[in-house]
């Protein structure tokens, strides 16, 4: 997979190109900051380009801007934010894209998965982590979308954002994947959403729900 870094810190982008490159795939531009980002991938034209949400010039939202912006240009190019803080304002409307990551640093704890869920966003679907998901979630609680859910279908709502398949969701939860597949029906049922054998594109439709203002 043809891939470019978006990273401010030289060694952690290293790093990071040094561990992709032995997974077997291509790094074929690195950038330090978000205006050298839009550039490089413009030259580049990756599969899959994964930001850092801190970069400068700003060192705030700037990989975040970045990202909406390669959406807009390239809304086939698969995006995966890494940072070490969870930042909502323009995540909604880059999942509700598709082909989209959102990955805490701090909480990465296995290289295999950590390269799963990159395969995963390049074949067109999510990776978001618990943390992300939580606040996309908070962030319409206030119009009460969720308040006809029960405590458990919460709990598979946010697997279900995390990209997990219903299989994933039985073993986390102990439950039967027949009783994990009633709880997903109720769920898009109370939120008015069609069911969808596509699992990420279910998760689109969810969090696209949850982010409307």
């Not at 409307?93 to 990465?108: A, C, H, I, S």
């Not at 296995?110 to 395969?119: H, I, K, P, Q, T």
């Not at 074949?123 to 859910?149: K, M, N, Q, T």
């Amino acid at each position: 997979m043809r891939i470019v870094i978006g990273e401010d810190s030289a060694l952690f982008r290293a790093g990071l190109a040094r561990l992709l490159v032995d997974a077997g795939h291509e790094i074929v531009g690195l950038a330090g900051d978000a205006a050298a980002l839009v550039t490089t991938v413009a030259e580049a034209s990756p599969e899959l380009v994964i930001i850092d949400v801190r970069m400068p010039p700003d060192l705030t939202d700037d990989g975040a801007r970045a990202a909406r912006r390669l959406r807009v240009l390239y809304p086939e190019l698969a995006i995966v934010l890494l940072s070490q803080h969870v930042e909502t304002r323009h995540s909604t409307e880059l999942v509700t894209g598709g082909r989209f990551g959102y990955l805490l640093k701090d909480r990465v704890l296995a290289v295999d998965e950590f390269l799963d869920a990159l395969e995963r966003v390049a074949a067109g679907g999510s990776a978001l982590d618990p943390e992300v998901v939580e606040s996309l979630i908070g962030r319409s609680r206030s119009e009460d979308r969720l308040a006809a859910l029960t405590a458990r279908e919460r709990e598979v709502l946010a697997l279900m954002a995390e990209g997990c398949t219903n299989v994933g969701i039985s073993r986390r939860l102990w439950l039967t994947e027949r009783t994990v597949e009633t709880h997903i029906g109720s769920i898009l049922g109370k939120l008015g959403l069609m069911v969808n054998d596509e699992q990420h594109r279910r998760v689109l439709a969810v969090l696209a729900y949850l982010g409307e203002h």
